[in-house]
Nanobody, 125 residues
C-alpha cells in the first residue's frame, strides 16, 4: 500500500505563490496517475491537475496558466507550483493516485486508491 504525504501549504496574499509537495512512501509500485485535488469549505472536492510518469500534465480550466504540476524522475515526489494565487484558490489540497484515465477533468473521485492527508492553502485579498 502506498502512502502519500503533502507539505508546503500556508497563507499568502493574492498574487503570491506557493509550492506544494507530495512524498510517496510504502509500495510505490501501486502509483499510477498522480494529481492534486482541492476542497474548499462547503464545496465538493475537485480535480486541479494530473500527470503520468512525469509526462502529459493536464489542468482544470480554473488553474491553467497559473499552476504547474511536476514529478521527480523517481516518481516519488509530486509537486504543484501555484502562482498568481487568488482568494478563490483557498482550500485544502490533496495529493492522490489512481489507475485508468489520467485526465483530471475525467477522473472520478471513487477511482482514487490513495489520498494524502491534505495541506491547507489560504489566500487573502
Amino acid at each position: 500500500q502506498v502512502q502519500l504525504a503533502e507539505s508546503g501549504g500556508g497563507s499568502v496574499q493574492a498574487g503570491g505563490s506557493l509550492r506544494l509537495s507530495c512524498a510517496a512512501s510504502g509500495d510505490t509500485r501501486s502509483l499510477g496517475c498522480m494529481g492534486w485535488f482541492r476542497q474548499a469549505p462547503g464545496k465538493e472536492r475537485e480535480g486541479v491537475a494530473g500527470i503520468l510518469n512525469g509526462l502529459s500534465p493536464n489542468y482544470a480550466d480554473f488553474v491553467k496558466g497559473r499552476f504547474t504540476i511536476s514529478q521527480d524522475n523517481a516518481r516519488s515526489t509530486l509537486y504543484l507550483q501555484m502562482n498568481s494565487l487568488k482568494p478563490e484558490d483557498t482550500a485544502m489540497y490533496y495529493c492522490a493516485t489512481w489507475w485508468g484515465v489520467c485526465s483530471i477533468a475525467k477522473v472520478a473521485l471513487n477511482a482514487v486508491h490513495a489520498w494524502g492527508q491534505g495541506t491547507l492553502v489560504t489566500v487573502s485579498s
